[in-house]
């Protein structure tokens, strides 16, 4: 077996690998035509990467390439549908760095709060300024964090800001049991946790599903002088309208690691308008570079090359071998009886069962939203004959969810 590490990994990962290959290259600096060219001589059987673009044209260059390793837990770096068409399984290390990035949304936010970066300015600068900086800081205890997206990172960051005797709203799809008994968590829609939250901290994946997620609407739902904070993907923010929402005093501040048109990691220097807005206070993606999340994610890749070259399984694939996935309704509706019964007739009468369904209520109880889990995909004419067929139903989307 040969391994191609063409990102960064910590030097015990790397011994690691040596003993199970037969040879490793290590040459994490490789980028674009360099690593299309690299794969092609190398020839690996197996490649890791971090933040290392692998689009469709590179991957026609490794002839014996069958699996790529996301050395993290995002994957939209990586053409995972041009890797299925050849055999490439491609595997991520979701979790490994969920409480490095939680740590980092909690420090934004402290930060934001006492305004912790401008304190050390001003104070390197020789500057005094106790009467100013003692009136700035609201303070976090009692205040409503929303948590768009409560997977692995979005509850770290939970159990963090209770700590703190925040409360917390949630976005989630599907259930999240580390949170839903909790007395200070609720789980809300995404537009009723806006509305409600004085910071909102964003925790979804990149792609297409999530692209400018919060928009010129949303952010208007917000409240004034609320925070927003992302360590998720830039594209997540329509970021022209955040910086003009900061700029106009609808938002107090914002605090990101992600950036649109980020620079490359060895980059010296960064083009990007929201250098220049006072009250975004940024960090240089670096949510996940912890010691401890770093060893955390060497150690996965490890786990994943062993179990792969012992029995061929590609743990965490995600686009070939995955878990299947089922179709989730998502009903909109005034909270009345009558509207789930009709969902569940149509439903029947098309022999579409219910794998898994709850309920959230919202609007001060008015309106409704459920999560139905099916076990078969509702063609366009049943959705449409749901949407149609009871007065109290607002509005109603499928998704895929694994």
């Known amino acids: 077996m ?13 011994d690691q690998l040596k003993g199970l290959a037969d040879e490793v290259a290590f040459e994490p600096d490789l980028k674009d035509d360099a690593l299309k060219k690299r794969l092609a001589e190398f020839d690996p059987d197996v490649m890791t990467v971090r933040s290392t673009k692998v689009p469709k044209e590179m991957l026609a260059a490794a002839k014996k390439l069958r699996l790529i390793i996301r050395a993290g837990s995002g994957f939209d770096t990586i053409d995972i549908k041009a890797a299925a068409e050849r055999d490439i399984r491609v595997c ?5 760095n969920a409480i490095a990035v939680a740590e980092l949304a909690m420090g ?3 930060a934001l709060d006492r305004k912790i970066p401008d304190n050390v300015a001003d104070l390197r600068a020789g500057k005094w300024k106790k009467k100013f900086y003692a009136k700035a800081g609201k303070g976090l205890k009692g205040q409503t964090l929303g948590i ?10 939970a159990k963090r800001a209770l700590a703190f005797d925040m409360k917390v709203l ?9 949170l839903v008994d909790h007395p200070n968590t609720a789980r809300a829609e995404l537009d009723d946790l806006l509305l409600q939250s004085d910071i909102v901290s964003i925790h979804v994946p990149g792609g297409g599903a999530t692209h400018h997620l919060i928009d010129e609407r949303r952010l208007a739902l917000m409240k004034d002088g609320a925070v927003l904070i992302n360590t998720s993907r830039a594209g997540v923010i329509d970021e022209a ?24 990691a060895e980059s010296p220097t960064i083009d990007s308008p929201v250098t220049k807005v006072p009250n975004i206070y940024g960090t240089h993606h670096i949510g996940a570079s912890t010691e401890q999340a770093q060893m955390a994610v060497a150690e996965e890749v490890v786990r994943i090359v062993a179990r792969f070259k012992e029995t061929g399984e590609a743990l965490h694939c995600v686009n070939l071998a995955q878990p ?10 005034e909270n009345k009886p009558g509207g789930l019964a009709h969902v569940f007739g149509v439903l029947g009468e098309a022999g579409i069962a219910a794998v898994e369904m709850d309920q959230v209520i919202h609007d001060d109880g008015k309106s409704a939203c459920a999560h139905i889990r099916l076990d078969k995909q509702p063609d366009e004419a049943l959705v449409e004959k749901i949407r149609a067929g ?4 607002t509005g109603i989307d499928v998704i895929s969810v694994a």
């Open 2 to 14: 040969k391994i191609l590490v063409a990102d960064k990994m910590e030097p015990w990962g790397l």
């Open 92 to 96: 991520n290390c979701p979790g490994m």
């Open 108 to 110: 934004l936010i402290l």
């Open 148 to 157: 768009i997206g409560a997977g692995r990172i979005g509850a770290e960051l």
């Open 170 to 178: 949630y976005y989630h799809i599907g259930r999240q049991l580390e």
């Open 241 to 264: 309208v955040l910086i003009k929402a900061l700029k106009e005093g609808k938002l107090s501040g914002a605090g990101l690691d992600v950036y649109a048109d980020e620079p490359a």
């Open 324 to 333: 299947i996935a089922n179709p989730m309704l998502i009903v909109q509706m």
């Open 390 to 393: 009871h007065p109290t139903i």
